[in-house]
């Protein structure tokens, strides 16, 4: 998933053009940056998880890895999402977010655009209606006759508690609806591909969102971000010890809302002389009978794709160059 | 339609402007340097989508790799194991083209953006401004060969006005030598200019000469033509064949036996004619042959004098011993002889204003040209000479000066030309157009150097030529040494394949580095084209020529070696007289000495008598047979009278 702030885009002059239109009042943000982060994130955690390879968790030496290695996976899946704030009612954040999602096949060792479903590119104001009480029915109305989709940032949550007008609390909420957006695209194209089932799909995150993607065998999730680590006290130890081409025995990550999927953290790339994360990613798996040879065989398949390095992304210790070409392609149609 | 086959793309680093820009394609696509494309805009201006044509000039490749040493760390060093990488990297086709021509030509803008397609036969045609010179009622489409890409066959036609005047003319080639791509093109150019000249222009032909080797020996002769070539004259409109009309001319050897010629052979020699002059040919000329550093002002003035008063004139002198009619350098050589006793006679230092030094100066250069030219110039002032006058149409005319010495080279081209050019200017030569192909034009009109009267002849053509029909086509192999006014005064310019040194010169500065790579590695059958209605040089390929190739001709038509007298007369007449033997040559001649046989053959030769025994016998003097001298018969001494006293 990329993320990306940017000055306006085209379609962005547009839509800022009709809210000057609409809503009288509203101050332009120079650029139509963000003057706050717009990643929300999650603080790091520790969790454990119920190991289903052996009594405790071991690093495992990958067999079979030779250069020759060849990789089964046949697509790769990424989204992207930007989040500009162009400009403020009052302090209220009127933000314009971008999303968007592709499935890239490989055919003779090139990456092509899947043609079952086309790649797709979102885009949506993110406004706090609650508090815009200038911006009439009607005003709403005619944005949304010029094509513009509108998504309160101002709803109240599950605990029917509606956010306060901090900007940054809607800047927020803006940015985690953006992020969730570009979750559903992402899953929706997801299924579509285990639906036809057509070859191993390496999907940029986790699978568990979705119980049809999540119990695909076509789907293999590889995360890169840590924030959240499923292991503690010596699990711990024995995966920050992972050395290059080894794995971790596989666990079940089965969180509360989501489904129950098959994961280990496996070491791509030599850590030494770099942070303990360097080069370590996790990958989950639907359940499956023999989940250490299933480990094995997806593993092999990760590190082979590897090579080609995904450099300059800074990220390239544990992105497969599949993935960047995703984010490469996406970045040059949305 | 074809199916595009890339799109146009302009950044702020590299824009496209009205004369280049950029696209990019498929990585299989069938695109090239030298390739024509399309561009059909999106946007109408003035109510008309724009279409531009141009052709590329520069090719890029690269990856999403920002340095080469991520490459070298994703293999861990080993280029061997790049092989096994799961995916190839991004990979782009990028290229500029240069603009040919847009549509609408007003207003000029950058090109914008939209689809390339691979240009068709009409669009080259488009392309190339040629659809203005083949449209009905002009028709001066000379095909010079054809343009290959992606599947497109389009011939690219020469536009007659352009190439043989009177809008632009002459033709330049250059190229390295052994590929024999400058003659072969030259011989398919005149095939192709023979067939496609439109009658209306008037009448054509050719003079060649051949200055190095056999290739232009054999021009009546078939050559090999493979498949793929007889294909290419289809397409061209041009029949396979060699040259229906050709006359070869070639002075003597020095011995004057048989002619200097790679074209000796026997069974060749009905169609060459020899090429002998006189002195009062030469005279005219005696400036290229003599040394600008000896031959002063009073020199000069003295061979003028000789010129206007001596040649072919009754001459008296009081200081002569007897009265001169100069008509050979033998003449010349006794009225020097009879001029200079005279003076020694009277004692004087001067005659008629001439000082003696200045006659013995000028005595010794002239009487020395007959032996410097020997074989072309004769003492006896024979003359044998290429038909200025009448001169056929589609005729190639080859001089042969391969064989001589430099000097000779430079008097038969001084002369031929001149007379050309003389006979052009009075409209007499027989034909409306004359195209004169010289090779070696970096030793006959070099960039530096001495100003020679030859360099001084082709600057004349080059600059005037056109306005009287006359076109210069010249070759060299490094144009950058060839006098600028010579290539500069090409209207068209065909190259081969090329050295790199030549292409690393100032000349070649406005090619792009891809297409100077390209002209480096030509094959043999392919040139770039310059041509005046053409923005930018074109690739061709033209079939090999339909006539005999100069090595195959002198393998099967091996050079004739050192011969006896009779045998060099029986092979001179009997062209003109099947029914001559050689018993009945030696029978004949063997009374007579060298001289008489050769002046006889000469005569002969020149004539073209109906009766060639006849006339060959009539050239010499009577000779009585000797008869064996009679005994005297003794006469009878007479008897002592009786009354002798000293009788016995």
New interface residues.
């Given amino acids: 998933m990329l993320v990306s702030n940017s000055g306006p885009d085209a379609a962005s002059r547009a839509a800022l053009r009709l809210l000057v239109d609409k809503l009288p009042g509203l101050n332009l943000i120079e650029g139509g940056g963000s003057s706050e982060p717009p990643i929300a994130s999650d603080p790091p955690v520790l969790r454990s998880a119920q190991i289903v390879e052996g009594a405790a968790l071991r690093a495992i030496k990958v067999a079979g890895v030779t250069?020759?290695?060849?990789?089964g996976?046949g697509a790769f899946l990424d989204g992207t999402q930007k989040v500009q704030v162009i400009a403020h009612s009052l302090g209220l954040p009127v933000v314009i977010g971008t999303i968007s999602a592709a499935v890239r096949v490989?055919v003779n060792?090139?990456?092509v655009t899947w043609g079952h479903q086309p790649p797709r590119v979102e885009r949506a104001i993110y406004l706090p209606l609650r508090y815009l009480t200038q911006l009439s029915g009607d005003a709403i109305a005619a944005i949304v006759a010029a094509q513009w989709r509108i998504i309160d940032t101002s709803t109240a949550d599950r605990n029917g508690e509606y956010p306060s007008q901090h900007p940054a609390v809607l800047l927020d909420r803006a940015v985690r609806a953006v992020d969730q957006q570009r979750e559903e695209l992402e899953d929706r194209l997801a299924q579509a591909w285990c639906a036809i089932g057509e070859s191993p799909l390496f999907i940029d995150g986790g699978i568990s969102r979705t119980p049809d993607v999540a119990a695909s065998t076509c789907a293999v999730g590889v995360i890169k971000s840590h924030r959240t680590l499923y292991v503690e006290g010596e699990s711990l130890k024995v995966v920050m010890g992972l050395q290059k081409g080894e794995r971790s025995s596989v666990f079940r990550v089965s969180p509360r809302s989501r489904s129950s999927v098959l994961s280990w953290y496996l070491r791509q790339r030599s850590a030494e002389g770099r942070d303990a994360l360097w080069g370590l990613v996790r990958v989950e798996v639907a359940e499956c009978d023999r989940p250490g040879e299933r480990a094995d065989e997806i593993s092999r398949w990760v590190l082979?794709?590897?090579?080609?390095?995904a450099?300059?992304d800074g990220r390239w210790d544990k992105m497969s160059?599949?993935i960047?070409?995703c984010e490469?392609f996406l970045r040059a149609i949305s | 339609m074809s199916e595009a086959l890339g799109r146009v793309v302009a950044t702020e680093r590299k824009p496209n402007t009205p004369h280049e820009f950029h696209f990019w394609t498929a990585i299989d696509s069938p695109v090239g340097i030298g390739t024509i494309v399309r561009v059909d805009g999106a946007q109408p201006i003035d109510g008309q989508i724009p279409h531009i044509y141009g052709i590329i000039v520069e090719g890029f490749s690269y990856t999403?790799?920002?340095?080469p040493m991520?490459?070298v760390?994703?293999?861990d060093g080993?280029p061997t194991?790049?092989g096994?990488?799961?995916?190839?990297?991004?990979e782009i086709r990028l290229y500029t083209a240069a603009v040919l021509r847009q549509i609408p030509e007003e207003p000029l803008q950058p090109v914008p953006m939209g689809q390339v397609f691979l240009a068709e036969e009409e669009d080259v045609q488009v392309a190339l401004r040629m659809d203005s010179y083949l449209k009905e009622g002009a028709a001066t489409g000379i095909p010079v060969g054809v343009y290959r890409a992606g599947g497109t066959d389009a011939v690219i036609y020469l536009d007659a006005d352009f190439l043989l005047g009177p809008e632009a003319a002459h033709l330049n080639i250059t190229g390295v030598s052994g590929l024999a791509t400058k003659t072969s093109a030259v011989e398919w150019l005149l095939s192709s200019l023979f067939t496609h000249f439109p009658e209306e222009k008037g009448s054509i032909a050719a003079v060649c000469f051949n200055v190095k080797g056999p290739d232009l020996c054999y021009l009546d002769k078939p050559g090999r033509i493979e498949d793929t070539d007889k294909t290419l004259y289809e397409k061209l409109g041009v029949d396979p064949k060699p040259f229906e009309s050709v006359q070869y001319f070639a002075p003597y050897t020095a011995k004057g036996l048989s002619l200097n010629t790679f074209r000796n052979n026997e069974a060749l020699l009905d169609n060459v004619v020899p090429l002998t002059w006189g002195l009062r040919e030469v005279l005219q000329f005696a400036e290229v042959l003599l040394n600008k550093d000896d031959v002063d002002a009073k020199a000069d003035a003295l061979i003028d004098f000789i010129t206007q008063n001596v040649i072919d004139k009754e001459f008296s002198d009081p200081l002569l011993s007897k009265k001169h009619r100069v008509q050979s350098f033998a003449d010349l050589e006794a009225w020097f002889r009879d001029v200079l006793q005279g003076m020694e006679k009277k004692d004087g230092e001067s005659w008629r204003t001439h000082h003696v030094a200045t006659i013995r100066k000028v005595r010794n250069r002239l009487s020395n040209i007959s032996t410097r030219c020997a074989g072309l110039v004769t003492d006896s002032g024979a003359v044998s000479d290429l038909p200025f006058g009448s001169f056929a149409d589609r005729t190639v005319y080859v001089v042969d000066v391969a064989n001589l010495e430099e000097d000779a080279q430079d008097l038969i081209f001084a002369r031929i030309v001149s007379k050309l050019r003389e006979h052009l200017e009075r409209r007499d030569l027989g034909v409306k157009h004359l195209v004169v192909f010289v090779d070696e034009l970096n030793k006959y009109a070099p960039g530096d150097g001495a100003d020679t009267y030859v360099r001084k002849m082709l600057l004349d053509i080059a600059e005037r030529g056109r306005y009287l029909g006359l076109v210069l086509f010249s070759a060299q192999q490094f144009r950058s040494q060839v006098h600028r006014r010579v290539v500069g005064n090409s209207g068209t310019a065909l190259f081969g394949r090329m050295d790199p040194d030549e292409l690393s010169t100032p000349g070649y500065t406005v090619l792009s580095p891809a297409t100077k790579t390209k002209l480096a590695t030509l094959e043999k059958g392919q040139l770039m084209i310059r041509h005046p209605h053409f923005t930018q040089p074109i690739f061709v390929r033209f079939p090999r020529p339909s006539v005999m190739q100069g090595r195959e001709g002198a393998e099967r038509y091996p050079q004739a070696g050192e011969i006896g007298l009779d045998v060099a007369v029986l092979r001179s007449l009997r062209p003109l007289d099947p029914g001559i033997t050689l018993p009945w040559v030696q029978d004949l001649i063997a009374l007579y000495t060298e001289d008489e046989i050769i002046r006889a053959r000469n005569a002969t030769l020149l004539a073209r008598p109906e009766n060639v025994k006849a006339y060959f016998t009539a050239q010499f003097r009577k000779v009585i047979p000797a008869q064996p001298a009679a005994r005297p018969m003794a006469t009878t001494i007479k008897s002592a009278p009786e009354n002798d006293p000293y009788g016995f």
């Fill in positions: 250069r020759a290695t060849t990789s996976f490989r060792k090139r990456l082979a794709e590897t090579s080609p390095l450099l300059p160059y599949g960047r070409d490469e | 999403d790799l920002q340095s991520h490459d760390l994703g293999h080993l194991s790049a096994f990488a799961a995916t190839e990297r991004a």
